[in-house]
Structure formats: structure tokens, C-alpha cells
């Protein structure tokens, strides 16, 4: 094959746990009778919550197919590039197995939020029921002066794997770091700009589960902490990276994958063309966030890049597009992030499809691919 499949997952092949009945059927064609994938397929999801292997169980079971980890990219996967990072402390947000993923991606200090709560009872105090005695704890403080309380170590980045659960808490802490460049306990510091890097992973705004209406993703826990951060500070909260997609550090490093699993099975043809199914080209992020980190994809290029759109997900083929986000508020709204300068002709899909099992017909024939 001179072509590989990115798949999404969510509206694509499952809605929540539930699998769209044509993920089946289109897998059994994908695979020979040893079960042997014949095309080189990554999964792309924005999820950040599991370790790809996990991922790679459920779709297994969900598809019918084996699938391995190596055929699965997380949203937070190309942070094992960002090597810089791995040996520093850094602020994990999120929920799942933080502190799992984190290491398992090359992070050896990661600290969560709860750690911080833990060490910082005095800062989380939106819910009353969760607010410390602090009579009681000042009490004990004195009692225990001598007894060196639990020391962590300070982080210089925060990580945004994804949506966590309490939102309030999450918010609360992480700008308590921004602002204190680490020390969550001391006073804000509104001259502190630069604040430390935050990397964020998912900038989905919503995401279709088994609900009629698409339910909230990372990308509005983004959007709050990004209006908050402004409306304290007056400036806007920058990142060092961002990724999932549709970001084109996601791409290239899928397309990094496909490339291994075709070298793995020894397929001599070079991969030409690939078809994000379920998801769009990749945008461009702005200027001024910092794209070093692409350099070591630079030279993944696959020739081109097809975009078939199903409709099983959120993609609507009757919504108007945009020509400028920055003033089109009554007629259409662009729901991607911030720092993504929106192109029309990039979320325009090459191919619209029913469902994922048209979509392996629809690129089998324009391959002339016959298993």
C-alpha cells in the first residue's frame, strides 16, 4: 500500500462506549484472515485520560481486530518529544492515571493538583465542605513545629492532559502557579510575565457521546482558564505547545507512525497519501506560540493528506463556514482554539461519507486497492 488510514474514534467508531455498527464491518476489511492489518492505521483521539494501551484493548474488543498501542495516538503522545521537560518537575491537570501517563510519556517528576491541595489545604476553598479548619490546623502547626512537614518539588510547567473533575479546584491551583512561577503558597505576582510554560493536549470544545447534543470537551476548561488568567492579569495566557488535533504537530507525528508500521511489515512502497477519517486537515497555529518542537518531524511529509468526513459525529455538511472568525458571531461560530488561525479551505472535507465503513470503500477504490 502507498496510503495509510488516521482514524478518530469518537463519532467515528464508537459514540461514548457505544461502537457504530459500521466500525465492524469496515474492519473486517481491513484486516486478513490472520487478523494482519493490510494497510498501515493509527488511531488518532483527542483523549488524554488512559495509557495507550488501554486504548488499544477497548478498540480491540469494540472492533474485533487486534490492535496494538503502537497504533494508538493519545492526544498527549508527541510530548515524548518535548525531551526538555522529562527531567523537570511539572504540574499535571487532568484525570485517569495522571501520574502514570505522564511517566510512561518520559516525565520523571510529575506532581498533581492534589498534591499541590495537599500541600496547600489553604488554597482550594470553593466548595465550604472541603474547606480546611483552619483554627484546627493552625493549632497542630504548633504542635508539630518541629516535625518537617512533606516538601515538593517545584514545578516549572504545567500540563494540561485534559478536562479534569473538579473544575473549580483545577482552575484555582493552576493559576496559583502561573502567577507565583511556582510557588502556589506566596502572594500573585502580576509582573510575573512570562508565566511558566503550559503545554495543553486536547482543544476539542465539545465531543459527541450518547447524548443528542455534544457534551463539553478540554477545549472549555481551556477556554475558562484562558478568560480568567486575562481578566486577572490584563494579557493573554500563552502556551508552549499545544496538541490533538487538528494541530499539525499531531498529524506528523501520526503520520510518523504510519511510517513505522510500514517499515515494520517491509512494505518497500512509499506512503503517498493519507486519509484522516472523521477528522480535518491540520491547521496552523499563530505566530507566536513556540514551533522548535516541530523540528524533529520535519522530515515526515507524506505527499498529501485527504480529509473523509463521516456523519455519525459532530461534523454537520450543512454548517457555513466562517470567512473570519473574529467577526463572524451571529451568522457561524468557529469553535476551534484560540491560537489557531482559521483557514476555510482547510476544514472544507476532500470526501463526505455515511459512516467509517464507506469511508474504507471510498479509499479502496480511489487506491484501486484490492485486498
Not at 486575562?230 to 498529524?251: C, R, V, W
Request: hydrophobic letters at 40%; a negative charge; charged letters at 20%.
Amino acid at each position: 500500500p502507498s496510503f495509510g488510514f488516521l482514524f478518530d474514534i469518537d463519532g467515528v467508531l464508537v459514540r461514548g462506549k457505544t461502537p457504530i455498527p459500521a466500525a465492524k464491518t469496515a474492519f473486517q476489511k481491513l484486516v486478513n484472515s490472520q487478523g494482519q492489518f493490510l494497510v498501515p492505521v493509527v488511531f488518532v483521539t483527542n483523549a488524554g485520560d488512559c495509557l495507550r494501551q488501554k486504548k488499544a484493548d477497548q478498540l480491540s474488543h469494540l472492533l474485533g481486530v487486534p490492535v496494538s498501542q503502537d497504533q494508538v495516538m493519545m492526544s498527549h503522545s508527541p510530548l515524548r518529544m518535548f525531551k526538555r521537560y522529562h527531567e523537570k518537575c511539572v504540574l499535571v491537570s487532568g484525570q485517569g492515571p495522571l501520574l502514570d501517563i505522564a511517566q510512561d510519556l518520559g516525565f520523571c517528576q510529575p506532581i498533581t493538583i492534589e498534591t499541590l491541595r495537599e500541600k496547600h489545604p489553604l488554597l482550594d476553598v470553593v466548595d465550604h465542605d472541603r474547606r480546611p479548619n483552619v483554627l484546627h490546623q493552625r493549632f497542630g502547626a504548633l504542635l508539630t513545629n518541629s516535625i518537617t512537614l512533606f516538601v515538593i518539588p517545584v514545578p516549572v510547567a504545567v500540563v494540561l492532559f485534559g478536562e479534569p473533575v473538579r473544575w473549580e479546584t483545577n482552575l484555582q491551583l493552576i493559576i496559583d502557579v502561573l502567577l507565583t512561577s511556582g510557588y502556589p503558597g506566596n502572594p500573585y505576582r502580576h509582573e510575573n510575565d512570562p508565566h511558566i510554560p503550559v503545554l495543553a493536549c486536547n482543544m476539542d470544545l465539545m465531543w459527541v457521546a450518547e447524548a443528542q447534543s455534544p457534551r463539553f470537551g478540554h477545549g472549555t476548561f481551556m477556554v475558562c482558564l484562558e478568560n480568567i488568567y486575562k481578566k486577572i492579569t490584563g494579557k493573554d495566557l500563552k502556551y508552549e505547545a499545544l496538541m490533538g488535533k487538528p494541530s499539525k504537530l499531531t498529524y506528523q507525528y501520526a503520520e510518523y507512525l504510519i511510517r513505522a508500521q510500514a517499515a515494520e511489515r517491509q512494505w518497500k512502497q512509499p506512503i503517498q497519501t493519507l486519509y484522516a477519517v472523521g477528522g480535518s486537515a491540520a491547521l496552523s497555529q499563530d505566530d507566536e506560540i513556540d514551533n522548535s518542537w516541530e523540528n524533529e518531524l520535519a522530515s515526515a511529509a507524506a505527499a498529501r493528506c485527504r480529509s473523509v468526513l463521516v456523519c455519525t459525529g459532530v461534523y454537520n455538511p450543512h454548517t457555513e463556514v466562517p470567512l473570519d472568525t473574529r467577526e463572524s458571531i451571529t451568522e457561524t461560530v468557529f469553535h476551534g482554539h484560540r491560537d489557531f488561525r482559521f483557514e476555510p479551505g482547510l476544514v472544507e472535507p476532500d470526501h463526505i461519507v455515511p459512516d467509517v465503513d464507506a469511508a474504507v470503500d471510498l479509499v479502496f477504490q480511489l487506491e484501486n486497492f484490492a485486498p
